[in-house]
């Protein structure tokens, strides 16, 4: 069965510090795929990232960037040089692809990450 | 603008009354989600549909009901069989093919008083 586990419920960092949150992920499919959203207090889920399963490169987007290890079914999330905008709600999610496309997304629980100023 | 709507963003509902959300879509996306949200609780689903008059429960799926009559639109029912509907409800959708990413509605917080 498919599950991903976010470790962090709740981590606090003074702004300009760097941080990461962790995402471990367990799933029986070879071909599958995994996300990070943020979701800020508004409430609306934004979309930040996909990684395929095929694809090990880490991954930098300015302030942000990922670490994807099969090995040890983890899929990382940095923060470099944090800024009180970023505190939010993040979560790391996991799609399956089966063969009669029956696929859907699962959620982690979520880490809430607070910027302090 | 292309996106997702979800109506109302707050809902007051009596205990033992159905009440029903509503989320449409006009970005011509095949596969629809509900989930909802809880503190600490993450996002668990409740259906999802990949196409048009089909639909598949997810792991929380008791107490709701959808119908998925039109592309665009994929209304969720909670019905007073669902003993705590107290909750965020999220809708998103994605492309058909496996593996894309969702987008989001905005959300429905619902209340029951």
């Known amino acids: 069965a498919q599950k991903v586990t976010q470790a962090q419920t709740e981590i606090s960092v003074v702004e300009k510090e760097d941080v990461t949150l962790d995402c471990v992920y367990e799933t029986r499919d070879t071909t599958y795929y995994l996300f990070w959203y943020k979701q800020p207090p508004s409430g609306e889920l934004v979309f930040l990232i996909r990684r395929n399963s095929f694809d090990e490169q880490n991954e930098i987007s300015g302030r942000y960037s990922w670490n994807f290890q099969k090995s040890t079914s983890s899929f990382n999330f940095t923060i470099t040089a944090s800024q009180v905008v970023d505190s939010a709600v993040y979560f790391c999610a996991l799609s399956e692809v089966f063969m009669n496309r029956d696929d859907k997304i699962i959620f982690g629980k979520g880490t809430r990450l607070h910027i302090l100023p | 603008d292309g996106g997702i709507t979800q109506s109302p963003k707050y809902l007051f509902r009596k205990e033992g009354q159905n009440v029903t959300l509503s989320c449409e879509q006009n970005?011509?996306?095949?596969?629809m989600y509900w989930y909802r949200q809880d503190p600490g609780q993450g996002l668990r689903l409740i259906y999802y549909s990949q196409i048009v008059n089909d639909f598949q429960k997810g792991d929380i799926a008791e107490g709701y009901s959808v119908s998925r009559e039109k592309k665009e639109s994929f209304p969720l029912t909670v019905t007073s069989a669902q003993k705590n509907p107290t909750a965020f409800y999220l809708c998103?959708?994605?492309?058909?093919?496996?593996?894309?990413?969702?987008?989001f509605g905005q959300g429905t917080r619902l209340t029951v008083v």
């Open positions: 970005l011509n996306h095949d596969a």
């Open positions: 998103a959708s994605s492309r058909q093919e496996g593996g894309t990413e969702a987008f």
